[in-house]
Every structure is written in structure tokens, then in C-alpha cells.
């Protein structure tokens, strides 16, 4: 009954290391997207994935990089870690069809000093 | 582009009041409009959503109605209890765009006994 997991759930990173986060779904879903959530903006569509092996870039893509080599997994890394990333990541995942549900995980709040 | 526009919070009801958390949003064509939620901690859920103009969306005694000609999504439930305090997100997906959410700001709703 696991959904959408993200790793790690908290970070605190210094400004220029670079780390990757983690989003695992086991619902077998072929979309997936990456958020960032910062107060009084909601959620930012930062990059997508419609299947295995692509990727699109969202709103907010700079600073960014994802890949999704397999079905279940989509990763986004930050090369160069800046304050301005310090914010909530929210992995998603849905069904291919239109108006269909999103299924989200739980957040990765990063903090970058 | 699209956007999404939302009331200010926080909002403070007592037990049993009536709740309305305004939505309004501009698109092209005919979006569908969601309500996420999200509990304190956790990452979103789907409330409720409608796809065409004049549906309406009810789950859990929350309700909202599209309203093509106002541009409007307005969130209404009309006896709100303490585990309704959450984080309120209305959201669009443009026609033919999977499902790639544009969110509001969120409304915070808080809920005392």
C-alpha cells in the first residue's frame, strides 16, 4: 500500500553540493512530475516524465535536472545547490488519461544554507 | 498562461460553521479544476474535481461547482469539524494536457472546537 515514496524526507544542504532525490511509485502509473511547494505560491511544476526514458521540462526547470531510466522510479537532482531551492518537493504520479487523479508522496523539505 | 487565483489565509471557523474558500482562474478553452488537500505533514489528495461546465464535485460533504461564466471554482462545505483543518489547493489542467496541474497559493483553514 506504499503509493508514491519520496527519499529523503529531510535534507539540509550547503549552497553548491548537489544531491538527488528519490521518487519511487508502485501503482504502475506512466506519468510522473516533480513540484516544488514555497508559501503562498502552491505548487510549482518544476519537470514531467510521460513514460520511461523521457523527460519535459515544467515552469520552474532551472537548477534542475530529473531522469527516469525506469517505469517507477523518477529522480531530480540539483547540481549546484542555491538558497533560492530551499523548499518542500513533492513527487507525482498519475495514469495517462486526461482529468485523472494525482497521487502524491509526502514531500522532501530541503533547506539550503 | 494559465493561472489559478485563490483566497488568503488563514481562515478560522469554529466547529459546525459554514466554509466557502473562493477559487477563480484563467485559462483557454475548457480546463478541468480540482481541490487537493493536504493534511499537516503529508503530501496532497484529491478532494473533488469536475471536468465540463456546470459539474458539479462533492466528496467527504465538501462540494464545488464549475462556474464557466464567472470562472470559478468556489469550495463549500456547510458544517466544517476539526479534522477539516488542512491546507486547501484549487488546481487546472488545460484541456489535452495529462495531467499537469496549475495550482493556487493554498488556503489555510483552521478549525477550532
Known amino acids: 500500500n506504499a503509493g508514491v515514496t519520496q527519499t529523503p524526507k529531510f535534507r539540509v544542504l550547503k549552497t553548491g553540493q548537489s544531491m538527488t532525490l528519490l521518487c519511487a511509485q508502485d501503482m504502475n502509473h506512466e506519468y510522473m512530475y516533480w513540484y516544488r511547494q514555497d508559501p503562498g505560491m502552491g505548487l510549482r511544476l518544476i519537470h514531467y516524465?510521460?513514460?520511461?526514458?523521457?523527460?519535459a521540462k515544467g515552469e520552474v526547470p532551472d537548477g534542475y535536472n530529473v531522469s527516469r531510466l525506469k517505469k517507477q522510479n523518477f529522480l531530480l537532482g540539483l547540481e549546484s545547490a542555491a538558497p533560492s531551492q530551499t523548499s518542500v518537493y513533492f513527487c507525482?504520479?498519475?495514469?495517462?488519461?486526461?482529468?485523472?487523479?494525482?497521487?502524491f508522496g509526502q514531500g522532501t523539505r530541503l533547506t539550503v544554507v | 498562461g494559465d493561472s489559478v487565483t485563490q483566497m488568503e489565509g488563514p481562515v478560522t471557523l469554529s466547529e459546525e460553521a459554514f466554509l466557502t474558500i473562493n477559487c477563480t482562474y484563467t485559462?483557454?478553452?475548457?480546463?478541468?479544476l480540482f481541490w487537493y488537500v493536504q493534511y499537516p505533514g503529508e503530501g496532497l489528495q484529491l478532494l473533488l474535481k469536475?471536468?465540463?461546465?456546470?459539474d458539479k464535485g462533492s466528496n467527504k460533504g465538501f462540494e464545488a461547482t464549475y462556474r464557466k461564466e464567472t470562472t470559478s471554482f468556489h469550495l463549500e462545505k456547510g458544517s466544517v469539524q476539526v479534522s477539516d483543518s488542512a491546507v486547501y489547493f484549487c488546481a487546472l489542467t488545460p484541456m489535452g494536457a495529462g495531467n499537469m496541474l496549475t495550482f493556487g497559493g493554498g488556503t489555510r483553514l483552521m478549525v477550532k472546537p
Open positions: 485559462a483557454t478553452g475548457y480546463p478541468s
Open positions: 507525482a504520479s498519475s495514469p495517462p488519461r486526461d482529468n485523472t487523479e494525482a497521487f
Open positions: 469536475a471536468t465540463k461546465a456546470d
Open positions: 516524465s510521460v513514460g520511461e526514458g523521457t523527460t
